[in-house]
């Protein structure tokens, strides 16, 4: 979705995106009826920071919970999910008794959902199951391949290694990969990124595709014409692009985003929206399209996952960087509508 094909002139497109063309989230002067802007959805949720989300039938699905109060100590949590259908939320609480990190959605009516402690949920067709497996590290991406699952994560805090548990097609999780050299944070059709690390699946073996300068990679996930992109970074932000032999530095806009990126969102036409610390998002169509960004501050919160449903695009997150008493936000980019009190979130039907 480029700049041009969401019909906006460069100018428009700035006062879509600033705040000044509409902080209430409703129409000014300059902004006419249904143009797409950013602008806050929700912001507020008590059930703690949001930090993955997936099409789930007719919703987007997004998980979350508690951070720790006591990083490397305990796991935090519970974890909880928003649903976000028909213009309106619905939350449901204590989805597990653990923060959940990441959900993947292979069909209408099924999706996984991994968290800290080993954490793993599976609903299809309304059942749900606990398939938590034996570990004390967090499980940070999920992700449904073929006829089997791959959930990644490892331990931050402590021995800094990662592991990769697989379910088979009969259902059973085991340990497909262990005390690998950094924490692998996300799986995305094959390839797993992480601490300094990224591989790749041939057969059952793990080949090396490590991101330059040890770089660290939060989030992967495939574009067009078999393009993988990654994000990550810290104290700057970082985009990379498997270009088939080797990893590309891509420049992120500093109007975009100036600290690191947690979560990538890549739509069918290769457009990318990304999501980053102290509300880093924008959109990048390429190196002909370039760079779309805010002109103004739209959120100040850590933004963990970016997403798209049809002409809409998301990036949730909330004070992800607080130890305990955690909130959720949702950023939107469409047609320009009033944000939803957390209040007025109740529970899903």
């Known amino acids: 979705m480029s700049a041009r094909r969401r019909g906006l002139s460069a100018a428009l497109l700035a006062c879509a995106l600033a705040p000044a063309c509409g902080d209430d989230g409703g129409e000014s002067e300059s902004e006419g009826p249904g143009e797409a802007r950013w602008g806050e959805l929700v912001r507020g949720l008590d059930g703690g920071v949001l930090l993955s989300a997936a099409n789930v039938g007719d919703a987007v699905v997004f998980v979350g919970g508690q951070m720790s109060a006591q990083p490397g100590v305990a796991p935090g949590g519970p974890g909880y999910l928003v649903r976000y259908e028909d213009g309106a939320l619905c939350r449901e609480d204590g989805v597990h008794a653990r923060t959940l990190w990441w959900i993947d959605s292979p069909a209408a009516d099924e999706w996984y959902a991994v968290g800290e402690g080993g954490a793993i949920v599976h609903e299809r067709a309304g059942a749900r199951v606990d398939e938590s497996v034996a570990t004390d590290a967090a499980l940070y991406g999920v992700r449904v391949h073929g006829d089997v699952v791959y959930a990644v994560g490892g331990d931050v805090w402590g021995d800094k290694q990662g592991e990769i548990w697989r379910r088979d097609p009969a259902g059973v999780w085991a340990p497909f990969a262990s005390e690998l050299a950094g924490v692998v944070f996300k799986v995305w059709d094959g390839w797993f990124v992480g601490e300094g690390v990224a591989w790749y699946l041939d057969g059952d073996a793990l080949i090396e595709r490590h991101p330059p300068s040890g770089a660290k990679l939060l989030t992967a996930r495939g574009g067009a014409d078999g393009e993988v992109w990654a994000v990550g970074g810290a104290a700057s932000p970082t985009l990379l692009r498997w270009a088939g032999d080797a990893w ?48 103004g501050t739209v959120s100040l919160d850590d933004l963990h996952v970016a997403w798209g449903r049809g002409d809409e695009r998301f990036v949730a997150g909330g004070n992800l960087l607080s130890a305990g008493n955690n909130f959720g936000s949702i950023i939107r980019y469409g047609p320009a509508r009033e944000p939803i009190s957390p209040a007025d979130v109740g529970p899903c039907p």
């Open 248 to 295: 590309e530095s891509v420049a992120v806009d500093s109007a975009c985003a100036q600290l690191g990126l947690n979560g990538i969102w890549v739509d069918p036409a290769g457009e990318l929206t990304i999501a980053g610390t102290r509300g880093g998002l924008g959109f990048y169509s390429g190196a002909e399209g370039g760079w779309s960004c805010p002109d």
